[in-house]
């Protein structure tokens, strides 16, 4: 790629490679529908608020790389990402590098446990793996398309960035803050999923209670106590 990606660019595009992998039934997505997965506040770093001109001018300069296409639905036109045939990288270096844009730099270990709604590494050895493969990428293929940060002081891992958007300060981002440990970004993530089942489940029981003519649980126990 020999333009680099604008940071909106960047996040219109890593959010079609993410729905497309965890929320196959809502993909190819709206423009309106991209608008809410780039400005969500879970798995953002940072946390944006893209507006639809936005959005649509990264989608248009996107689609001049080939990287998205539209296609025409009943009366919405839909978007979806051509990242891995454009770039010719294998699924799992397009989900490190999804990952990436989305979330910022990443240690390997932040990144497998990340990585578990789209792609479910074996070990941190084999996300090691296919970042080295993107990192001695040859210039005839593009060259590298992420790079290894100096380790920040304190630090147990190195963390990783992308280079989609051009060089980056490597110096600058090694000594910045992580936006969440490994441990604490697989706890919010797995409260999250468990609030949005425990909230559907509960969707679910009110409304066969309904239609069976039943009170609710929680109401047939303040009925009893009455």
Not at 5 to 28: C, H, I, N, Q, W
Not at 99 to 119: C, D, F, K, N, V
Request: proline share 7%; aromatic share 4%.
């Amino acid at each position: 790629m020999t333009t680099p990606l604008t940071f909106d660019e960047s996040r219109v595009l890593g959010t079609l490679m993410e729905k497309a992998r965890t929320v196959p039934d809502s993909y190819p997505m709206s423009l309106n529908a991209l608008i809410g997965g780039c400005n969500q506040k879970s798995s953002r770093d940072p946390v944006t608020q893209l507006s639809e001109a936005q959005v649509q001018e990264a989608l248009d300069g996107l689609k001049q790389r080939s990287l998205v296409f539209a296609s025409s639905g009943n009366r919405v036109t839909r978007w979806e990402h051509n990242f891995q045939r454009a770039m010719q990288v294998p699924e799992q270096s397009a989900v490190l590098l999804g990952l990436l844009m989305l979330r910022g730099p990443q240690t390997a270990g932040e990144l497998r446990i990340h990585s578990e709604r789209w792609y479910r590494f074996a070990d941190i050895s084999s996300v090691e793996a296919f970042l080295d493969e993107l990192q001695s990428r040859p210039d005839d293929r593009g060259g590298p398309l992420v790079v290894q940060l100096p380790r920040a002081p304190g630090a147990r891992e190195a963390r990783w960035a992308h280079l989609l958007c051009g060089p980056v300060d490597a110096a600058a981002l090694a000594t910045a803050p992580s936006a969440s440990e490994p441990a604490d970004g697989a706890l919010l993530e797995r409260v999250a999923t468990l609030e949005n089942e425990v909230a559907a489940m509960r969707a679910w029981v009110l409304d066969i209670c309904g239609q069976l003519g039943l009170s609710p649980p929680g109401q047939l126990e303040s009925n009893d106590r009455a």
